[in-house]
């Protein structure tokens, strides 16, 4: 049987009960003498390999001794050699365990039996030790062999074969696809996967085989793309593992780290890190932190905690083991290589990154053509040469992937290959070509995304095509082709948001129509309901709860089936569809008409070495960048946001200075000088510069000697700021009514404690329910009540309800969500997915019932049921604690709680981005609604109340400090 470990492959036979022995050579020796050869063989079937390799080898060891001194067959002692072989390798005794199967091997072929069941396992087991020995071009020619004999008994097919004919060729298929895969073949090791899992259901596999075989098809799945087939099969693997295994047995682990590394590759890393950590956990304690597994497991939750910004403890674990296994495994040894280069650069060690590039390119020399792991060690030479401005020899190293691909055969399209080498062929002078080259990358992967943005189990924002998209815009700028450059901003937009504002929007579209109106909403609310069952499941896998989770996948069979019927319906109904749920194409000149003489729209995202800026009113667009790219963008908004959330003691002139700095860098001359005069400003950006405001953006640095916040020329002063998703939604919202309708204000919840919900302080969930007692906990809010109070006071509404204290429960805003409002304001706490256990979702904190009978009256008002049950309003303002954006700088910009506003039809959305004071809170909202009611656009509005607070008008103690004045940001619906 085959046997294998590695970054993403695992496969043997596992068995549940365990035997207990003396010493090995005396249990071997006096079990032989005791039993015979039958009893001997069920004896050590039953003990598991990997969780007891040394009695399992003593048992093994018995049987063979009985099987020679009774001449018993070759076939039987070739299998118990094979079995010894296995426990060896399970204790780290690669050179005793080829030597069990050579020995085979040659019983074997002293007998005549060189074609039948018995020489395919050992083939099959050989080659994998070969292998685990730094012998790879023995592995794969070994296993192809161990195949064919096995194809000749069975035929290729294993639909219709007896049970355990289909179980071994399914084996058969499998030890193949995991040697191909480990030869960095993924398409092809990808496309056996199907009839290996074929072939080990129908031979009715109900051991700890069909497990492994399940999480390691999920990792050659997930290698080669194939997400949605992969994420499927690696859950399945889960739930088979914690079914057949006892508790913390180390497939578990195992399990739970293809589990990790499959959610990685959805764009779904926050999710990864719990099922990451457990499989580290499992793995260290059962197999060692030596073993190989356990690195494996140790080097993917350091690629997850790089996407979440941990660059130094990613790298820290990433190389952990890097010297042991560059000497077994090389092409394992470039992916960490690779990924601590990438954590290094965004980490801003530069020289470091180059270094680890440099290493990770040396080793690909080493391997075949055909290994697609030393493409990944060239292209991340090919970066940091980029970064470095050697242009030329970038491109020569792209060109060199290009090359042993054509050698190895490899005709399978690479856009994010080709996009690369088109923009460094722009660089190095080449603009022709490779304007052509990336162009043509571009248009393909634009369609790569589209298709994506339908695959509910993937992120939601596809995060993982943003570098790519990146480099469309640097292309743009580096051919200086300002349409191109506004079509590539627009997709970097495009996240879950954008996408649920054209749904809305083409629902108003059917107005006319109630009946296809409805169906437009059900698709939209079943859409976000959809990504939320896939997180839900895999929150439930990761903390073994499989019955649950298996219940929440017949409702992701169910919703998905419902999803793709009403898809239809619609496709049929409404013939441009499909312009509905795609990016929008606007050009520069098409902007530039919607454009009023003092507005501007201000386009600025971070790449890896770069930051690029576009700027747009109604007579010029100016393309600017910067040479500073992502990771000092992320620093200085890092120190900043430390500054302004109160985690760090205030220090105006150092505040002022990384002020300035993100200034320049955000807004070069060109830029800025393009905004001059432009009073009304709408921001569309990414990543990090989506968790300041640009209100506190300072010209130019003051003096050191300057410590008074009030009398610097923060951006507010020129500029009034509102968001837009995409480019193409800028100033949308003008001309809007002075929302005239009704106020809904809700706020002051009934809760007696101190806690914290970001702190972490305090589980809102037990046993996968809202626990009354912890949501009481919580902090009260008594300066909500004014802030509520004085809106509500406002004479313009038709009509106003206040629900404060007791009456703010999750049941009476659901009583009043039926009709649509002119302002709805929620002043209570807001809580993100991910900050407190068992929340999948964000949330707004309300009086909690005094028992919970049903999860419509929890006292948790979810994103998801802000969505549900349709709370409509022309302005929203969320005057909570971080209900802006996510809860570190590599979050999706505006997500959660603003999604489901935003997707509910509100026209403008006001947020804050940090726990605001009461007494701020409260004037910030109330002269804010004051000045839209009288007609004052609100993003002008805000910026008066600001500017009072800065000046000192308002009355409110330390209102110059921008933590007081500017957490609030305006997006546009």
Known sequence: MNLKTGLVVLSCLAGQMAMVGTSHAQQAEATANLADPASLRAAAEAIDPLAKAAEAEAAWQAYLAALEATGGQV???????????????????????????????????????????????????IATFQGALGQWDLELPLQEQSLAIRKRLYGADPAGLPPEQAKLLGLGYLNYANALYTAGRFNEAADLVGPSIDGLVTGELRDATLFVAMSSGANMLSDAGRQSEALELAQRGVSTAIRLLPENHPFIGFAHGTLAKVLLQSDRFAEAEEPARRAVDILATRLGPTNRTTGVAVHNL????????????????????????????????????????????????APRALDLARRAAELAASLPDEDSRASKGLTVLALRQDEAGDHPAALATLDMIVARRAKAGDAMPDNVLELQRGLFAIKAGQLDRGWATASMAAASLEAELVADSERFELGPDLASYYESVMHMVEAAFEADRPDDALRAFELAGWGVNARARQLLALKDSVDDAPGLKAKVEEFGLGSKQLRIFYRERAALLASDRIEAAAERADDIARLSASLTQLRGELVSAIPDFGQWVRPSAPTVAEMQEQLQADEAILITMPSRSRTFTMVITADAAVMASSTSGRPQVRGLVSELRSVLDGRAPADPARFARNAAALHGIVLPPGAAA????????????????????FAVLLPDAPPPEQADYKDMDWLVRRHAFSIALTPSTAFKTRGAPATA??????????????????????????????????????????????????VAAFGAFSSSLALVGDEATELRVRQAS?????????????????????LNEPALVLTPPSEIENSDNDGLLLASEIG????RADFVILSACNSAAGSNETAPAYTGLANAFLGSGARELMLSHWRVRDDAATHLSTATVEGVLAGVPPADSLRQAQMALIGGIANVPEGANPAIWAPFVLIEG
């Open 818 to 838: 039926a009709d649509r409002y002119g302002v709805l304001l929620f002043a209570t706490h807001g809580v993100m997915d991910g900050e407190i256990a068992g």
């Open 741 to 790: 309708r009704g106020f809904l204000g809700v706020g002051a919840p009934t809760l007696s404690g101190v806690a914290d919900p970001a702190g972490g302080s305090v589980s809102l969930f037990r046993s996968g329910a809202v626990a009354i007692d912890s949501l009481r906990s919580l902090g009260p809010l008594p300066g909500s009540v004014e802030e509520v109070a004085r």
């Open 868 to 871: 549900a049950m349709g709370l």
């Open 674 to 693: 393009a905004l001059a005069g432009r009073s009304r400003v709408t921001v569309v950006t990414s990543d990090a510069l989506s968790r300041l405001p």
């Open 302 to 349: 350091g690629v997850i905690l790089a996407r979440l910004g941990r660059f130094e403890e990613a790298i820290a674990l990433n190389m952990s083991s890097h010297d042991e296994l560059r000497a077994t495994d090389p092409g394992n040894a470039i992916n960490q290589l690779v990924s601590a280069s990438n954590s290094a650069h965004e980490a801003g060690m």
């Open 75 to 125: 076939t039987d002692q070739a299998q118990a050699l094979n079995r010894i072989g296995d426990t060896r390798y399970y204790r780290q005794d690669m050179q005793g365990a080829l030597d069990a199967s050579l020995d085979a091997r040659r019983r074997l072929e002293a007998a005549g039996e060189l074609d039948g069941e018995a020489m395919a396992d050992t083939l099959a087991n």
